[in-house]
């Protein structure tokens, strides 16, 4: 059972365009909806993280928008780059649970310059 | 600070055998888990522990020990190894913010093999 369900499973983006990653979860306990970006033969890093009582959160290149309703939520990154070619991991948590992330499947980006 | 650390990076097992795959964490976290990574799979949590003393299990921790006994260590044992466990395995610190946000730090991973 997927709780945390994410698309596509990979993304081609030429440089200086918009990439979108899609998730959505199930259980609606879940608070915390992180971001993590990881570069081939190294660990996830945390990239945004948002909670559900906002709708959008941006820091620089990269936005988060959540639909609380739909139980979804999305990465959106602006002028993408050719150094932002990575994979990306949605996941959710509960407050009452942190250190339990639930991940999603993974997209892998590619930025053609 | 080195943040996460772990070890081995590599490791190739023959089916059957024991090991325990060491991580350490130099940043005073409550919180540390284990986490296996498979391709099309994303991460899945294998166990998890709240404190020194504490832990509890994920979504996949069977073939798979844990203890926590000081807060910088949580070695993860695997008991008698299957080739369904071989994957890269990652492990994580956090430590509840103020705002209830938790940032877990990912170490490198180690890359296990099972023949």
């Known amino acids: 059972q997927q709780q945390v369900k994410q698309s596509p499973q990979s993304l081609i983006v030429q440089k200086g365009g918009i990439s979108i990653i899609n998730c959505a979860y199930e259980?609606?306990?879940?608070?915390?909806f992180p971001w993590y970006q990881q570069f081939p033969g190294k660990g996830p890093a945390l990239l945004i993280a948002i909670r559900p009582d906002v709708s959008e959160k941006k820091e620089g290149r990269f936005t988060i928008s959540f639909n609380k309703s739909a139980k979804q939520f999305s990465l959106h990154i602006m002028d993408s780059q050719p150094g932002d070619s990575a994979t990306y991991f949605c996941?959710?948590?509960?407050?009452?649970?942190?250190?339990?992330?639930?991940f999603g499947q993974g997209t892998t980006l590619q930025v053609k310059p | 600070n080195a943040g996460v650390t772990q070890t081995p990076k590599f490791q190739v097992l023959k089916t059957g055998q024991s090991m325990t795959l060491q991580c350490a964490q130099d940043m005073n976290h409550e919180y540390m888990s284990w986490y296996r990574q498979d391709p099309g799979m994303g991460l899945r949590l294998i166990h998890y522990?709240?404190?020194?003393?504490?832990?509890d299990q994920g979504e996949v921790p069977n073939g798979y020990n844990v203890s926590r006994s000081t807060t910088e260590d949580f070695p993860l044992r695997l008991l008698s190894a299957a080739p369904s466990q071989t994957s890269v395995y990652f492990c994580?610190?956090?430590?509840?913010?103020?705002?209830?946000?938790?940032?877990?730090?990912f170490g490198p991973g180690t890359r296990l093999t099972v023949l």
């Open positions: 996941a959710a948590s509960t407050t009452s649970n942190t250190g339990k992330l639930i």
């Open positions: 994580a610190s956090s430590s509840p913010g103020r705002t209830g946000t938790d940032t877990q730090y």
């Open positions: 522990s709240v404190g020194a003393g504490i832990t």
């Open positions: 259980n609606t306990a879940f608070d915390y």
